[in-house]
């Protein structure tokens, strides 16, 4: 609950910008939108194969922290309009799709993503509110050192162009470092509460999967915790399961593990694994005379004298 | 939600917070900014000017009176002397010579007196000075007669220093801050474009000396450069976008103060 406080808090400072006046001014609608179809895509994508459903207030809660978070998170590293942003919903929804948003909320990879995207975001700004309406601007050698205002141009090549408009920019212009401060510190309160409410949810199911073991007698939970360590139970597919498929689930690994457990103790026990371990010749001969008696009759071989 | 009431308080109060939280992530985008307004626009003040870029203008002498008595009393008499010495300024004086004839030197005192004054009487030092770009001769020439222009120059970028930021939020007074700072940029340039070239170190120190105007110390557009791009959209771009960042405030001022170019015509 203070993890989804904490990307309320976020995506709260991520929806406003300070504008010429100094006034609070918000980021609009059509980023959030966009945002939460990215990262409902995300969601959809890399949760394909998991089986696992909110099944109470709380997790129904946390799901919706962890969606909402997702989708402010994206929202406000997005450029705000123009092509650059469908750009960038390419690039994240690839990226969502292929984390594992379920499981992990963002992984490193996606968080060193977004907050590229966020500098890229901050760096438009920041020109926008200079009244440089491009990414950069490159002067071309010779022609720009000419004093000839006609040549102004073709004396410097300017690259990604905008306009305020796609900026979302405020009719008083936006003033750049309140709204930086905003926005640095909405996705850093964001993240860190996606991460936080991962690591939430993971424990609550662990609780949750925990008390179903301990419904067993004491030893023998203890023995299917053993089987089944506490480290495994999210890859093993016991997270987010309504009580009698978890029931049923823990009874198929179970099965399939001590099953698995014989089959090694059978082996090991068996002599024959101890033939790969002759290493042939006199000494092996000597070796197998011992674990296994005397050796196939061969022709024309002496026997033993009696 | 019967399992909620088992919950701790602290849990319930927090997902109680974190709903309305989301819910003002969400509300918060639909806040919309201001009207776009110049500080012109805003309601007028009782005891303001009324349209004081008339008194910038070419039929300034219509109204100039009226400031007489929003003048200073001390100052009151040698304000009302120079004006009408410089609203029938006689035969194009070059307007280094004539700012070094007594009146010249009194109008220089006069100035600085109001300059230092309210509101009032920044406007009534700002309308001499606009009249002196009018009735005397600062254009160089051939010759490159560049002090003319300079000490015209400097007296509006002390007027500009002084009352740029404060004229910005000023209903009276913002408008012909604006128009004066156009007008100086066209002064300035004439101190350093030549017949051929252009006076490099001269054009750079203008160019820093309208950034500074323009810009707050984080590099930011400052109060008084949002109150241009209000009243003369474009403009701040355009400077950004030109190699001489005046130029394009020269070409404003051409079509505000229509005639005003140095030469009395």
Known sequence: ?????????????????????????????????????????????????????????????????????????????????????????????????????????????????????????????????????????????????????FLAPIQSVELGEFTPRELGFPLAGLAFAPSLALWAAGFVLSVAGLAWRAHAAREYENDRIHATICELPPALAQLVERVLPESQWGELGLHGLADRPLRKRIEELMVARIAARHELDAALRSREILETTNPGGFSGEIYRALTQGAPPQASGARSEPS | MPELLEKPTGTVAALFAALALFGASVAVRAIDGGPLLSPADRDRERGAVQEPMQLLGRSASARVSELDLRVNKELRPEWMRLRKAIFQLPRCPRTGEWLDSSDGLAFERLFNELRRGNRDEALAGLVLLTEVARRTEWEPGLLARVQDAERLSNLQSEWLRTWSARAAQDAQLSDPALATLLLHARVERATYVRTIGRDRDRQERAAEAFRRLLEDTQGQPSVFARALDVRHPGLVTGMRDRKDALEALDTAAGQLFPGLNGECK
Do not use: K
């Open chain 1, 1 to 149: 609950m203070f993890a989804c406080a904490l990307i309320g808090v976020g995506g709260l400072l991520l929806g406003l910008q300070v504008d010429g006046n100094g006034e609070f001014v918000g980021t609009g609608f059509t980023s959030l939108g966009v945002g939460a179809l990215v990262a409902l895509a995300g969601i959809v994508f890399s949760s394909w194969h998991e089986r696992g459903a909110p099944r109470d207030v709380i997790t129904a809660f946390s799901s919706l922290g962890g969606f909402l978070g997702l989708a402010f998170v994206v929202s406000g590293v997005l450029a705000p309009g123009g092509g650059w942003m469908f750009f960038e919903v390419l690039v994240l929804a690839v990226a969502l799709s292929r984390s594992e948003a379920a499981r992990t909320a963002l992984s490193r990879g996606t968080v060193i993503l977004l907050a590229l995207m966020l500098l890229f975001r901050l760096w438009i700004s920041y020109q926008g509110s200079q009244h440089r309406w491009e990414v950069m601007s490159i002067e071309v050698p010779i022609l720009s050192s000419l004093p000839f205002s």
